[in-house]
């Protein structure tokens, strides 16, 4: 069955720290690719997404994602963390060719002063 | 903007008991989904529709049934509750097309004792 792996399920960092959030995804065909926060008590949103063309995607907050298809990776990075970034993150799949949005188990940040 | 409404924030039911969750949403997107979120097992999918009257099972419908009679609304039903049934419930909805954003719901956190 396919599935989407982030393997940090916790991560504490200080202000100003780098970030990366590892996520993994096993299907073998097209995919297009997301990342999604949710903040405290809020809804999820959509961070970023990967659907063809530059590998290397940029989105909102300073966050950025690279594809890398032989390694079935998506993974999540932010040069310098803010407190505000404290937040959940989830890495998400869709199979080209189906209507199903998978989502991994998420990773809980925290980013302290 | 999107909006995803979800008919409850908070519910408490007793055992046994048929429970209705309900999602609308007022953009006119065909593809409308069931999450339920649980600590440290991040969003599972319980039932996804691509049209009216039209549902697929995602990799948790046990326990769960769905109904969509009209293309803006897309219940969830719990046929006879159960406390392991106790959780986060995400209404999801998007465009049927490649690589398009998911916009959620505020979520149900339905209780079961």
């Known amino acids: 069955a396919q599935s989407v792996s982030q393997h940090n399920h916790h991560v504490i960092l200080s202000e100003a720290a780098s970030l990366e959030l590892g996520c993994n995804y096993s299907y073998g065909g097209t995919v297009n690719l997301f990342w999604y926060v949710q903040y405290p008590g809020q809804h999820l949103q959509l961070l970023l997404k990967y659907f063809s063309g530059d590998p290397l995607v940029k989105g909102i907050k300073g966050f950025e994602a690279e594809f890398i298809k032989s390694k079935f990776s998506f993974n999540l990075r932010k040069p310098s963390v803010q407190w505000s970034d404290t937040a959940e993150y989830f890495c998400a799949v869709n199979l080209y060719n189906t209507d199903k949005l998978i989502f991994g188990t998420g990773t809980r940040l925290q980013v302290f002063p | 903007d999107v909006k995803v409404t979800q008919s409850s924030r908070y519910l408490v039911k007793r055992t046994g008991e048929k429970v209705f969750l309900e999602c609308v949403q007022d953009m006119d997107h065909e593809n409308m989904f069931w999450y339920r979120q649980d600590p440290g097992l991040g969003l599972r999918l319980i039932y996804f529709?691509?049209?009216?009257?039209?549902?697929e099972k995602g990799d948790i419908p046990e326990g769960y049934s769905v109904s969509r009679e009209k293309k803006e609304r897309f219940s969830l039903i719990l046929e006879s509750a159960s406390t392991n049934q106790t959780s986060m419930y995400l209404c999801a909805t998007n465009r049927r097309a490649p690589g398009t954003e998911a916009f959620f719901g505020q979520g149900t956190r339905l209780t079961v004792v």
């Open positions: 529709s691509y049209d009216v009257k039209m549902k």
